[in-house]
Structure formats: structure tokens, C-alpha cells
Nanobody, 125 residues
Framework: QVQLVESGGGLVQAGGSLRLSCAAS????????MGWFRQAPGKEREFVAA????????YYADSVKGRFAISRDNAKDTAYLQMNSLKPEDTAVYYC??????????????????WGQGTQVTVSS
């Protein structure tokens, strides 16, 4: 199996930036679609961003377009989520996920095979 461990979360003021990392171990995820999801208190899990195995295509939720950027370094088996211009509504537990295939359901959490434990991001107003 692939194990995913997120890091980089924390407390930041509105307008600030954070970079989340997702380190993979076990089987390589070089060909895996990687995604980021988040879950705010009392709310459903929400798609944030996804990137293909080559890094050639990336997709974003409308709520984060222009502010967040997903990337990956396959040589390091690590995916990233750069978060800029953070807003209080970005406060959530952020989860990294890996999918063995690519398809039109990249925004659906159930499509992913492996999940990290999550990292808390709190944005103060």
C-alpha cells in the first residue's frame, strides 16, 4: 500500500500563506493522481485540487482558483498545496489523497484509493 502523511498546517492570519506537503511511502505514487480535500467543522468533505501523475494537468475548486496551487515532485514522492491569500473560510482539516487512475471523477473523494491523516489549517480573521 501507499501511505500518505500531510504536514505544513497551522495557524495563519487572513491574507497569509501556507504550503502543505504530502509525503508518500510504500509503493511509488509517480503514476497516481494526487488530490487535496478539506473538511471544515460541521461540513462535508470538499474537493480542493487535483493533479495528474505527470503534473501536466491540474484542477481546482472554484473557491480556491487563483489562490491555491497544487504541484508534485515525483522524484521525492511528495505532493504540495501552496495556499495564498487565505481566508477564514479556508479553515479546515486538509487531506491528501492518491488515486491509481485518472478519470472524470477527480473531484469525488470516493474515487481515491489512499488517504493521509489530515493536517489542520486555521485562518484567523
Amino acid at each position: 500500500q501507499v501511505q500518505l502523511v500531510e504536514s505544513g498546517g497551522g495557524l495563519v492570519q487572513a491574507g497569509g500563506s501556507l504550503r502543505l506537503s504530502c509525503a508518500a511511502s510504500g509503493r511509488t505514487f509517480s503514476r497516481y493522481t494526487m488530490g487535496w480535500f478539506r473538511q471544515a467543522p460541521g461540513k462535508e468533505r470538499e474537493f480542493v485540487a487535483a493533479i495528474t501523475w505527470s503534473g501536466g494537468s491540474a484542477y481546482y475548486a472554484d473557491s480556491v482558483k487563483g489562490r491555491f496551487a497544487i504541484s508534485r515532485d515525483n522524484a521525492k514522492d511528495t505532493a504540495y498545496l501552496q495556499m495564498n491569500s487565505l481566508k477564514p473560510e479556508d479553515t479546515a482539516v486538509y487531506y491528501c489523497a492518491a488515486d491509481r487512475t485518472w478519470g472524470d471523477s477527480y473531484y469525488v473523494g470516493a474515487s481515491y484509493d489512499y488517504w493521509g491523516q489530515g493536517t489542520q489549517v486555521t485562518v484567523s480573521s
